[in-house]
């Protein structure tokens, strides 16, 4: 039986864990392009809304353009609408810190994810619609890919400050790389059926999903002021982030600006409801019992009362949201405008944005998606038997003998159908879609960081080794195999964002998904295709999920 060690993450400990971007470490004035050829970065940035100055990050050629208004602050009578036009400011606009992160509760390390994981601006405020751009003042491309990140976060919590998502590395090989804060939890997610009134097509919810929207029509009207190319954009993000990107990919609204996808763990194709979206009737009679659970009598009432107060009772265990949290059940809502159904519903229909997708899973990412929790005979038994019709070919696929055995299982089990349930996406993504999905499974195990003595392959953990960026953190004792998986999987990023084909000279090859078969790039010590799994294993769990999601 296989060995997968994982770190087991409770329900109390879910919301603050997701939290991620970018944070810059240096000061200082703006120089000159160094490059020679057709673009030359200038001193100031001319944008469509204003000038703006950036600042050099340390020794390296990257340049960093922090905190720029990508829309107007939604506070006022701006709360729960769709984003606003920023106001064109007058003089030049000095880009040297991150915005405000969004309104959420205080963050702080803790276990394996240390300060590089947790936001830097602990400002929190409603006024947070900014963007970051990195770009490399050494390059004369004029036409650069485009990578655009989504922090995650459990949609509750997260910004665009976390130097786990340093841009400085990544754009040193020729791409432009922006980072975008959005709205979260209820400033980001309400839905009442006095804001459906207001919002088309009687549309309230996805306030974050049309924050991420404008972040892209900004990217369209000016990253090429920066080197990069507005019609080879790649949307691409972690945990919360990923569901965002799944989201983007389905949605109308991100039609034309959206060129290929990469998306870090949070399949949206799952066996659990609590994974799934939620209707516009089922978050508006959320959004009513919130209202009258806050003492307001009017959606004016709402808007009027400060920004904390209304955090406050979102947060309120007492609130019964009926989410996998307490308080409000922040979730994106099917609302027949930003979001027209589900993900398997829009791909069995053919109607998504059909563009090449990059995605995967980590071996950590069991402890919070989909944990199975075996450790006797008897419960072994009895899971067999829920299985109905598969009980005996799961039997066969997983044979056990002690309570020994049946714990070992539970860790494989729980890894192969995460790894299976990835395949699924990209079975259902080719129903009527004609480009490629490559998908992957992050096995590499991070050195521990500070007083913890085991990482492991935990969720978050390939964000480093994709934009190979390696943090200055004295107590993670980084190996030289982690700077070498981090060439060749931000090297596959690079060349994915270009081309929407990660393969390229020198790097092992990997393969699109196709026909149904298990097509996963292990990402780790070893970088091939993934082999744990026998035949009889992956028959029982194709023919399973196929029945369960009707594929």
């Given at each position: 039986m296989r060995k997968i060690r994982t770190m087991t993450l409770t329900a109390g400990i879910w919301l603050p864990i997701l939290l991620f971007s970018l944070m810059a470490c240096a000061t200082g004035k703006t120089e000159v392009a160094m490059g020679s050829g057709g673009f030359v970065l200038p001193d100031v940035i001319q944008l469509e809304e204003g000038q703006i100055r950036g600042i050099p990050v340390g020794d390296?050629?990257?340049?960093?353009?922090?905190?720029?208004?990508?829309?107007?602050?939604?506070?006022?009578?701006?709360?729960?609408?769709?984003?606003?036009?920023?106001?064109?400011?007058?003089?030049?606009?000095?880009?040297?810190?991150?915005?405000?992160?969004?309104?959420q509760p205080p963050q702080e390390p803790f276990r394996m994810w240390s300060t590089e994981f947790i936001i830097s601006n602990k400002n929190y405020s409603e006024d947070c619609l900014t963007l970051n751009v990195w770009t490399d003042r050494n390059s004369s491309t004029e036409k650069r890919p485009v990578i655009v990140y989504i922090h995650g976060g459990g949609l509750t919590t997260g910004g665009s400050s976390c130097?786990?998502?340093?841009?400085?590395?990544?754009?040193?090989?020729?791409?432009?790389?922006?980072?975008?804060?959005?709205?979260?939890?209820?400033?980001?997610?309400?839905?009442?059926?006095e804001l459906s009134g207001e919002g088309p097509d009687g549309a309230s919810g996805n306030y974050a999903l049309m924050d991420a929207v404008e972040a892209l029509k900004w990217v369209k009207r000016n990253i090429a002021a920066f080197g990069g190319d507005p019609d080879n954009v790649t949307i691409?993000?972690?945990?919360?982030?990923?569901?965002?990107?799944?989201?983007?990919?389905?949605?109308?609204?991100?039609?034309?600006?959206?060129?290929?996808?990469?998306?870090?763990?949070?399949?949206?194709?799952?066996?659990?409801?609590?994974?799934?979206?939620?209707?516009?009737?089922?978050?508006?009679?959320?959004?009513t019992a919130f209202m009258e659970f806050c003492g307001a009598g009017s959606l004016a009432d709402l808007r009027a009362m400060d920004a904390q107060e209304i955090f406050t009772c979102a947060v309120n265990p007492d609130f019964p949201g009926g989410g996998r949290r307490p308080g409000y059940n922040t979730a994106l809502t099917v609302d027949g405008y930003a979001?027209?159904?589900?993900?398997?519903?829009?791909?069995?229909?053919?109607?998504?944005?059909?563009?090449?997708?990059?995605?995967?899973?980590?071996?950590?990412?069991?402890?919070?998606?989909?944990?199975?929790?075996?450790?006797?005979?008897e419960a072994y038994?009895?899971?067999?038997?829920?299985?109905?019709?598969?009980?005996?070919?799961?039997?066969?696929?997983?044979?056990?003998?002690?309570?020994?055995?049946?714990?070992?299982?539970?860790?494989?089990?729980?890894?192969?159908?995460?790894?299976?349930l990835i395949r699924e996406l990209g079975k259902s993504r080719a129903i009527k879609g004609k480009s490629d999905t490559y998908l992957y499974y992050f096995t590499r195990e991070m050195p521990a960081a500070g007083g913890v003595d085991f990482a492991g392959a935990f969720h978050t953990a390939d964000v480093p080794y994709f934009l190979n960026y390696f943090y200055d953190d004295p107590t993670r004792p980084w190996k030289p195999a982690d700077f070498g998986l981090g060439e060749i999987m931000s090297d596959y990023l690079v060349n994915f964002a270009g081309t929407g084909n990660p393969n390229g000279p020198g790097l092992p090859r990997w393969e699109a998904y196709e026909n149904g078969l298990l097509q996963l790039q292990e990402l780790g010590d070893r970088v091939a295709r993934y082999e744990e799994m026998t035949a009889e294993q992956i028959a029982f769990w194709s023919d399973y999920l196929d029945a369960m999601l009707n594929l």
């Open positions: 390296s050629t990257a340049m960093a353009y922090l905190g720029i208004p990508y829309a107007a602050p939604p506070v006022g009578d701006l709360r729960w609408k769709a984003p606003r036009p920023v106001d064109p400011w007058e003089g030049v606009f000095a880009a040297d810190s991150f915005g405000n992160s969004a309104v130097e786990v998502y340093f841009g400085d590395k990544i754009v040193q090989k020729d791409v432009v790389y922006v980072s975008i804060n959005y709205r979260l939890g209820i400033f980001g997610f309400f839905a009442h059926p691409m993000g972690q945990s919360a982030g990923s569901r965002m990107v799944h989201a983007l990919m389905i949605s109308p609204l991100a039609a034309g600006l959206i060129d290929r996808a990469v998306a870090e763990s949070a399949n949206p194709i799952s066996l659990s409801p609590a994974m799934g979206m939620v209707s516009q009737e089922t978050q508006n009679k959320m959004g979001l027209t159904g589900s993900d398997l519903d829009v791909y069995r229909k053919g109607s998504q944005n059909d563009i090449p997708l990059m995605t995967g899973s980590v071996t950590g990412d069991t402890g919070l998606f989909g944990p199975i929790n075996l450790t006797t005979l038994g009895d899971f067999a038997e829920d299985l109905g019709d598969f009980s005996e070919q799961f039997r066969r696929a997983y044979p056990v003998t002690t309570d020994a055995e049946v714990a070992a299982a539970a860790d494989v089990l729980a890894v192969d159908q995460m790894n299976m």
